[in-house]
């Protein structure tokens, strides 16, 4: 079956040869196993942003496959990284609790362990007390679980109740905007129980790790993201193709008339709309461990429109045109703001990219919109027209 | 013969309008039938209260021998309990193959879980090609259904509604827009399809409901006005007043 589906998908072996490819080189490239031209923290940039392609996938199945114009992807991909951040923090804070109690004439008792880890994870809120929801952080097992179950869960509830409600378009885009809107302004307060607008941080420190260097680390994550985008990838790819392909792709062309045919429209949408939340949380907890620090405005509304052009200047429907456009335009991005353009000089006035990126992303995003609707993506089209 | 679909006493308002004024009509287990009337006479609303489209105020929708009402069922339950309709404007998936389209249709379990581990298998690819014979198309399944004809597009639509192998199929004005030739062969498939099921054609044109040689029922304001053959009901004063009148006096 693997065989007849990449010979009827070839997008998908070249994909993944090129993802492979890149992994290879990076790999000989970085400093922990090769000739350390690229610097460890270029290796996390790159890390990062295989995990951001993994979501603009998500996404592009989502809105380019099944027509659900979501703005607030972002919000299962923030819920990732925080049940992730959580353990990451959790463990870290022990490991240097007992270190710094082993020094005591009396052994330390349990209460007294998770008292001074509150006390260093929670005194920056005012607080040493654990909130409930932390109660399985100390499982890396456990929250590992909840990476996937919490922001699954919310997709479920949130889809369900929209979905039901046939809320189509426009409205379910402000629906989906308010519902990041109202997680990110929740977690900022300092009683949410996750940190307030401090977020969770250290979570570049991997705890169990503390002797490997970072860029051992973090080539070890550039790989599992590459992984995961791989993965992500052929997942997709195979729930798009055949049968169940046609089904969404109908949903977005012609709601009404799939319903006609006996489809029941709303479990279609219920299940896209939940198995990419999951994509994008696990996309989500790789990324915030090569970040270092989540805190409530990474997932602000902006988040996910931005998750929304990259898909549209990627090229929508087709899944490698959501890589192609979330690494082209999230690197461009972090090179502009990142101080790497240089600035232009007019006379009158100077550009500095660092407060002009925006206004050229969002002419590039009108841009995209009105002349090449197909987006980067479109343009392999013409070479596979041209070759045929 | 043994009723398909009991209407009884079915009435729907929209902001004060009365569409559909205590409309009561049943169609019959394998039966052609052709449904008339002025614009505003209540075709399509009928044809939505039937597909659960549109919920009435009151009156039943009965459906087969066990007499299951239909209201209280949301529009995919009520194809999949064998109620097939094409809508006025040719909706076929244009982005898609016919045979994908075809594909889609097919009586086969619609369930999200079985339909992402769907096979393709011969039997399928048999029926596929059965009902591309059927509808003119069977040398066309590789193309992108947004390529057909407009003819060729309401074929494709009405295959699409044969592969549901539904027990009645509600077909809204399937000659609009059709050359002769084309008006010809959608007859064609029309009468052949109603041996097996009911086949129930709201239609502007009296030309081509003559063609169908079929019972005919005329609306009017949302009720039934007159019904019987295509010559008893345009005999019928009343029917030439309403309907008829205008072009033929």
Same mark, same amino acid.
């Given at each position: ?69 979501? =703005? ?34 009396? !052994?330390?008792? !349990? ?44 997709? =479920? ?42 977020? =969770? ?23 599992? $993201? ?19 392909? $046609? ?48 805190? !409530? ?6 988040? $996910? ?39 232009? !000089? ?23 919109? =009105? ?18 | 013969?043994? /009723? ?8 729907? /308002? &929209?902001?004060? *309008?009365?569409?559909? +004024? +205590?409309?009561?009509?049943? *169609? ?10 002025? +614009? ?46 094409? &809508? #006025?404007?040719?909706?076929? *998936? ?13 009586? +086969?379990?619609?369930?999200? &879980? ?26 066309? @399944? ?11 597009? #309401? ?8 592969? #549901?192998?539904?027990? @009645? ?38 030309? &081509? ?41």
């Amino acid at each position: 079956m693997r065989n007849s589906f990449i010979a009827q998908n070839p997008s998908v072996l070249w994909f993944l040869m090129a993802l492979a490819g890149f992994t290879l080189g990076v790999t000989l490239l970085s400093e922990a196993t090769g000739i350390a031209f690229l610097s460890t923290s270029f290796v996390k940039t790159l890390g990062k942003t295989l995990c951001l392609c993994l979501i603009a996938v998500a996404m592009d199945v989502v809105w380019g496959y099944c027509g659900i114009l979501s =703005l607030g992807h972002f919000a299962f991909f923030g819920l990732g990284g925080y049940a992730i951040g959580m353990w990451l923090m959790y463990a870290r804070t022990e490991v240097i609790v007992l270190e710094s109690l082993a020094g005591q004439a009396l !052994p330390a008792t !349990p209460k007294e362990v998770s008292d001074a880890i509150g006390n260093q994870i929670f005194g920056v809120v005012g607080s040493s007390e654990f909130p409930w929801i932390w109660a399985f952080a100390d499982s890396l097992f456990l929250q590992l679980l909840m990476v996937v179950l919490v922001p699954g869960l919310l997709a =479920l509830v949130f889809g369900w109740l929209a979905f039901r409600s046939r809320v189509t378009g426009v409205y379910l885009s402000i629906l989906t905007q308010a519902m990041t809107l109202a997680l990110s302004l929740y977690l900022f307060q300092n009683d949410s129980g996750l940190r307030g607008n401090n977020g =969770l941080s250290g979570l570049q420190n991997i705890p169990g790790f503390e002797d490997t260097s970072q860029a051992v680390i973090s080539i070890v994550f550039f790989w599992a $993201s590459a992984l995961a985008l791989g993965l992500g990838y052929l997942f997709f790819a195979w729930i798009v193709s055949g049968k169940m392909g $046609s089904v969404i792709k109908g949903i977005r062309d012609n709601e009404a008339r799939v319903r006609f045919l006996g489809y029941h429209v709303e479990s279609y949408k219920l299940f896209v709309f939940t198995i990419t939340a999951v994509v994008s949380a696990i996309a989500g907890a790789l990324y915030y461990p090569q970040a270092g620090i989540i805190n !409530p405005g990474e997932i602000a509304p902006i988040a $996910s429109i931005y998750l929304a052009v990259w898909v549209a200047i990627g090229g929508r429907g087709r899944l490698y045109g959501a890589v192609i456009g979330a690494a082209f335009v999230s690197l461009l991005s972090s090179w502009f703001t990142g101080g790497g353009a240089p600035s232009v !000089p007019l006379g009158f006035y100077t550009i500095q990219w660092t407060d002009w990126w925006l206004v050229l992303l969002g002419f590039s995003f009108v841009a995209v919109t =009105l002349f090449f609707p197909k987006g980067i993506g479109g343009l392999f089209d013409r070479l596979v027209r041209k070759q045929a | 013969m043994s /009723t398909l679909l009991e209407v009884s006493g079915v009435s729907v /308002t &929209f902001d004060g *309008f009365r569409a559909i +004024n +205590n409309l009561s009509i049943q *169609f019959a287990e394998a039966e052609l039938r052709a449904i008339i009337g002025p +614009n505003g006479a209540g075709k399509t609303t009928f044809m939505d209260i039937v597909t659960g489209k549109t919920k009435p105020d009151e009156g039943t929708v009965v459906w087969g021998e066990r007499n299951i009402s239909l209201l209280g069922m949301s529009e995919s339950q009520i194809a999949m309990e064998g109620i097939g309709r094409k &809508f #006025q404007k040719p909706t076929v *998936f244009e982005d898609q193959t016919v045979r994908q389209n075809l594909a889609m249709a097919l009586k +086969n379990p619609r369930g999200p &879980f079985s339909v992402l581990m769907h096979k393709k298998t011969k039997t399928n690819a048999a029926r596929i090609e059965a009902i591309a014979e059927q509808i003119g198309l069977a040398d066309q @399944l590789r193309r992108t259904a947004g390529e057909l004809s407009h003819g060729q597009k #309401q074929w494709l639509e009405i295959g699409m509604l044969l592969a #549901q192998e539904p027990r @009645l199929l509600l077909v809204d004005e399937p000659a609009a827009g059709m050359t002769v030739e084309e008006r010809e062969k959608t007859t064609d498939i029309l009468r052949e399809a109603a041996k097996t099921r009911a086949v129930v054609v709201v239609e502007h044109d009296m030309e &081509f409901v003559r063609r169908l040689d079929c019972k005919v029922t005329v609306l009017h304001e949302g009720s039934v006005l007159a019904e019987g053959s295509l010559n008893h009901v345009t005999s019928n004063q009343t029917v030439i007043d309403v309907y008829l009148g205008r072009g033929h006096a």
